[in-house]
């Protein structure tokens, strides 16, 4: 039992590690993109693709959803490191953007997507991880 419980924050400390990896990088990318004079960048005060909640909203929502990804990352953390980078990448993405928020008054966006709407490295982050989360979900209702 001890030792399941020392692998498991092992575990979870490797992944804290990575997240904080993730979390830097998409922070320096921002940091470069708010400096450069080339680089055209958004201030994004909305959601996904840039739909507008009141922030009362926003926080209960952003707070759920993080808090699900966490419960879900924690029963798979006794299985293989790759089932858990998809949580990893999530929660890396959701809360590198909530930086955003709180530093910034807004998340900042840099590559344009379709004349619609803009993204940065946390939505690619938090986009592959739900697809992969998706993805594993389907092939594990397939099995049964």
């Not at 924690?74 to 990448?89: A, D, G, K, M, N």
């Not at 900042?108 to 991880?129: E, H, K, R």
Request: glycine content about 6%; aromatic content about 16%; overall charge neutral.
């Amino acid at each position: 039992m001890f030792f399941d419980t020392q692998k498991k924050s092992h575990v979870v400390l490797g992944g804290i590690f990575l997240m904080g990896i993730f979390i830097v990088f998409d922070q320096i990318i921002k940091k470069i993109v708010l400096q450069s004079k080339t680089i055209e960048h958004l201030c994004n005060h909305g959601i996904a693709f840039g739909l507008v909640l009141p922030q009362q909203i926003f926080v209960v929502m952003w707070g759920l959803l993080i808090l699900c990804v966490v419960y879900f990352w924690w029963r798979h953390v006794t299985e293989s490191f790759l089932i858990q980078v998809p949580y990893i990448l999530i929660l890396s993405g959701g809360i590198s953007n909530a930086i955003d928020r709180f530093h910034y008054g807004c998340v900042v966006d840099y590559v344009p997507f379709l004349n619609i709407s803009s993204f940065n490295f946390a939505d690619t982050c938090i986009t592959v991880g739900a697809s992969i989360v998706f993805w594993m979900s389907f092939k594990n209702d397939k099995k049964d």
